[in-house]
């Protein structure tokens, strides 16, 4: 997919951060937009911000909680009646949440996995049949630096983005036998400024790392260094490029090296640095 006009994408999370970003992007490549986010306000608002942009582009939106898959399985079949056919998935969508796993709740463990990753096989799912009979499709999914390598105090979200990481590289291999027309990237976006740190819930039991919970997402805010934008731009150059994997961002690409060189050493090194860091 070389370029994107009079294409249709769908794209998840799209009320705020990436997904907002690579709306705007895209319709200002002339790309129709069938949006989604849990939060209305914030769909509205990135629907208000597109329709300024290019106001030629036909643009749906649905109130979505990918953890549905019933709902995401109804909104694919809307997208696909609507503008008449799907050429993009981008499965964008997720949370974080802070906690040692001896402390987390299984409730809170779930959900970090119902949205992160089983949000991302809904998505993928209930699309790819439109994106074949479309005869040029492409899904994103994003996984993180942290579906890369590991750090203390995430597990939950660890955990989701390495499992979308596998998913999404068995999807692509699957899609390479089939020649379908049909590709797949896993994105991996370092510190991205969105508001996923200080949205995220945070327990007490961070405490036993040495980590204030009440300033833990100011803190790991702090190290957020790349924009959505600069993000998103990056993101529609690697589905352009049909790359396998797309980092983003100099920590995203620095803990890719670090992994590969240091493939059970880093834990060490990136447990004492972020730590450090945090505290």
């Given at each position: 997919?070389?370029?994107f ?5 769908a794209i998840?999370?799209?009320g705020?951060?990436m997904?907002?970003?690579?709306a705007?992007?895209?319709a200002e ?7 989604s ?11 208000r ?22 709902a995401?399985?109804?909104?694919a ?14 499965n ?18 779930k ?6 990753f ?10 790819l ?6 005869g ?8 993180s630096?942290f ?6 105090g995430?597990s ?6 390495f499992?979308v990481?596998g ?14 027309g049909?590709s797949?990237?896993s ?9 996923i740190?200080k949205s ?9 790392l040495g980590l204030?919970?009440s300033?833990?997402?100011d ?24 790359s396998?994997r797309?980092?983003i961002?100099?920590?995203?690409g ?10 059970g050493a880093y ?13």
């Amino acid at each position: 997919m070389k370029n994107f006009k009079n294409k249709v994408a769908a794209i998840t999370g799209a009320g705020s951060g990436m997904g907002r970003e690579l709306a705007i992007q895209l319709a200002e490549q002339g790309c129709h937009l069938a949006l989604s986010d849990v939060n209305e306000s914030g769909l509205a608002e990135t629907v208000r911000i597109v329709k300024n942009r290019n106001n030629s582009v036909i643009i749906t939106n649905q109130k979505l909680d990918v953890a549905d898959r019933s709902a995401v399985f109804q909104w694919a079949s809307q997208a696909a009646k609507d503008h008449g056919k799907v050429n993009l998935i981008f499965n964008n969508a997720g949370i974080a949440f802070g906690s040692t796993i001896e402390g987390f709740e299984e409730k809170d463990f779930k959900r970090v996995i119902d949205i992160n990753f089983w949000g991302v096989v809904h998505g993928t799912q209930a699309f790819l049949p439109y994106l074949k009979t479309s005869g040029e499709g492409h899904v994103i999914n994003t996984s993180s630096v942290f579906g890369i390598i590991a750090v203390p105090g995430t597990s939950a979200y660890n955990a989701s983005k390495f499992a979308v990481r596998g998913f999404t590289e068995t999807l692509r291999q699957e899609l390479d036998v089939m020649k379908c027309g049909v590709s797949a990237t896993s994105v991996h976006p370092g510190g991205i400024q969105t508001a996923i740190a200080k949205s995220s819930q945070i327990n007490e039991s961070l405490k036993s790392l040495g980590l204030d919970p009440s300033h833990a997402k100011d803190k790991m805010a702090a190290q957020f260094i790349t924009t959505p934008k600069k993000a998103a731009s990056m993101i529609l150059k690697g589905v352009r490029k049909n790359s396998r994997r797309v980092l983003i961002g100099p920590d995203a690409g620095f803990a890719d090296l670090m992994q590969r060189i240091f493939p059970g050493a880093y834990q060490v090194l990136v447990g004492k640095l972020l730590l450090r860091r945090m505290r």
